[in-house]
């Protein structure tokens, strides 16, 4: 019977693999005759500032989107939890005989930009003809003869976090009409405009518009593929916590000389908490951080061991001689860490002196997996300070809180969330991944959660429904970072991936 049950899976694969080659012919066909089109969409929507520093901006590419989704015959609507919060475009476009519906998530703003660091004006975009790293040429891809060359790579802010994706879809669409091919499914579309601003509108548009948004299914199109540029799924992401912590010393700066060894040093007192908290490994030390921790399932184990070895390359891509953790790249990243972002204590260089400094400062992120939480990560960190004679503030201490405690550290949370993962064995994770496959034309990275955090949780708490990430965008296209940029393979691979996924998606 065994044997049975797997001839007939492998045969009903073949029937669709079958049946999805028409599909992705055509749609590869159109969106070969179609490159400049689609870069120039991508061009088109990357010049709108949509960032937060620029709320006008915002409402421009709102409507901006609108019409590029009523342009194909989606009823639309622009979704707003108050007076001066940023749209949500909403796309909808039935399929008749459809069983299922699949809403496809996107965000539209950008992160902020300091102009100075950009090599050129981050609204202005600029197709090169590779990362800065390889010292590109600019290419006037306007008057150049497509086929494009898939190395090629356009930069601006947003280009690839998530405009990309946004293109990705609207040209997955057009495929699949031009060709003669319709949606399996209902499409329902969420494009939001604050999601670099941590979504602190998101649960209230999804709890008002509970009833327009109910699906089957939602599909993430945000983060990177796996570095190894294969078309990749996730499943989950890591949620995320910030802290600010400041070790105090002495009221003013004291000479080292008259006063080393007998003053406690804030830069030293701080480093020494640092490698209290963590081992050089990236292991927590701190008792009861992980204690809430979710094991992996066999589904999970298994997607791991078959992903594709990329630590080495990397290793020569970062300049890095070493790793931590020992378990290869994708499995450290699927348990808590702990990451220190930056540390200020006196001066160096040329602004060094011989003085014990007043304080020092470490900004901390915290990653978080399921089934942690930002209440339980708090409580075992502040105990742990506790156990080691820290007396923790709110507030910068008065002298008669430093003469009352010879420990003293002020902390500064975020609110933080929580992390995700969906079940790698539900009937929709597989489908999606048969389907995903079937595009390739070969098996997909499958990630049982990403490394990086996006508020996935939002929807699970709100909506209780299917999740999974559909990323496009190239690793190693400098998201949040100057100089953002997208490679053109990835957009091509995109496209097809979205028209896959409308066109050939059943369970």
């Given at each position: 019977m065994r044997t049975i049950g797997f001839a007939a899976l492998f045969a009903l694969l073949a029937v669709h693999a079958?049946?999805?080659?028409?599909?992705?012919?055509?749609?590869?066909?159109?969106?070969?005759?179609?490159?400049?089109?689609i870069v120039g969409q991508l061009d088109d929507l990357t010049r709108i500032a949509s960032i937060a520093a620029e709320p006008a901006k915002l409402d421009v590419a709102a409507t901006a989107l609108e019409g590029l989704l009523r342009a194909r015959g989606f009823d639309t609507h622009l979704l707003s939890a108050s007076a001066g919060a940023p749209k949500v475009?909403?796309?909808?476009?039935?399929?008749?005989?459809?069983?299922?519906?699949?809403?496809?998530?996107?965000?539209?703003?950008?992160?902020?930009?300091?102009?100075?660091?950009?090599?050129?004006?981050?609204?202005?975009?600029?197709?090169?003809?590779?990362?800065?790293a390889s010292k590109p040429s600019d290419v006037d891809w306007r008057h150049a003869k497509p086929p494009f060359d898939p190395e090629w790579r356009l930069y601006g802010r947003a280009v690839a976090d998530d405009k990309a994706s946004i293109v990705a879809f609207l040209a997955g669409f057009d495929a699949l009409k031009a060709s003669g091919h319709r949606p399996s499914v209902n499409l329902r579309v969420l494009w939001e405009g604050e999601e670099e601003a941590g979504s602190p509108h998101l649960a209230e548009v999804l709890r008002a518009n509970a009833a327009l948004l109910k699906a089957d299914?939602?599909?993430?199109?945000?983060?990177?593929?796996?570095?190894?540029?294969?078309?990749?799924?996730?499943?989950?992401?890591?949620?995320?916590?910030?802290?600010?912590?400041?070790?105090?010393?002495?009221?003013?700066?004291?000479?080292?000389?008259?006063?080393?060894?007998?003053?406690?040093?804030?830069?030293?007192?701080?480093?020494?908490?640092?490698?209290?908290?963590?081992?050089?490994?990236?292991?927590?030390?701190?008792?009861?951080?992980?204690?809430e921790v979710r094991p992996l399932s066999r589904s999970e184990t298994a997607a791991l061991a078959a992903l594709p070895p990329v630590e080495e390359p990397l290793k020569r891509e970062f300049g890095i001689g070493r790793t931590e953790g020992g378990e290869g790249l994708t499995a450290s990243t699927l348990r808590p860490a702990i990451n220190v972002r930056g540390i200020r204590s006196g001066g160096i260089g040329a602004e060094a002196n011989n003085a014990i400094p007043t304080e020092a400062s470490v900004s901390f992120d915290f990653r978080l997996v399921p089934n942690q939480t930002p209440d339980g990560v708090r409580s075992s960190v502040e105990t742990f300070l506790a156990a080691r004679g820290w007396t923790v503030c709110d507030r910068t201490p008065d002298l008669a809180m430093r003469l009352a405690?010879?420990?003293?550290?002020?902390?500064?949370?975020?609110?933080?969330?929580?992390?995700?993962?969906?079940?790698?064995?539900?009937?929709?994770?597989?489908?999606?991944?048969?389907?995903?496959?079937r595009t390739a034309g070969r098996p997909v990275v499958v990630l049982p959660m990403m490394g990086?955090?996006?508020?996935?949780?939002?929807?699970?708490?709100?909506?209780?429904?299917?999740?999974?990430?559909?990323?496009?965008?190239?690793?190693?296209?400098?998201?949040?970072?100057p100089n953002e940029n997208m490679r053109l393979q990835n957009l091509w691979d995109g496209v097809e991936t979205y028209a896959g996924l409308m066109g050939d998606l059943n369970w």
């Open positions: 079958v049946s999805a080659a028409p599909l992705n012919r055509d749609v590869r066909q159109w969106r070969m005759q179609h490159e400049a089109e475009v909403f796309g909808r476009y039935d399929t008749p005989g459809a069983r299922r519906t699949v809403v496809f998530y996107a965000h539209y703003d950008g992160q902020p930009v300091t102009r100075s660091q950009w090599v050129s004006d981050p609204f202005i975009p600029v197709m090169r003809t590779g990362p800065l299914l939602w599909l993430i199109g945000d983060g990177p593929v796996h570095q190894s540029r294969r078309s990749t799924l996730y499943f989950g992401a890591r949620g995320s916590m910030g802290l600010e912590a400041t070790v105090y010393g002495p009221v003013r700066a004291l000479h080292d000389g008259h006063y080393g060894n007998w003053v406690p040093n804030p830069a030293v007192m701080a480093a020494e908490l640092i490698t209290a908290m963590r081992d050089d490994e990236g292991h927590i030390l701190v008792p009861g951080f992980s204690d405690h010879p420990r003293l550290i002020k902390l500064t949370w975020d609110m933080g969330y929580p992390g995700f993962r969906a079940d790698l064995d539900a009937p929709v994770s597989k489908a999606v991944i048969a389907a995903a496959g990086g955090s996006v508020p996935i949780y939002v929807f699970d708490a709100m909506l209780k429904t299917a999740l999974i990430g559909l990323p496009v965008v190239n690793h190693d296209n400098s998201q949040h970072a």
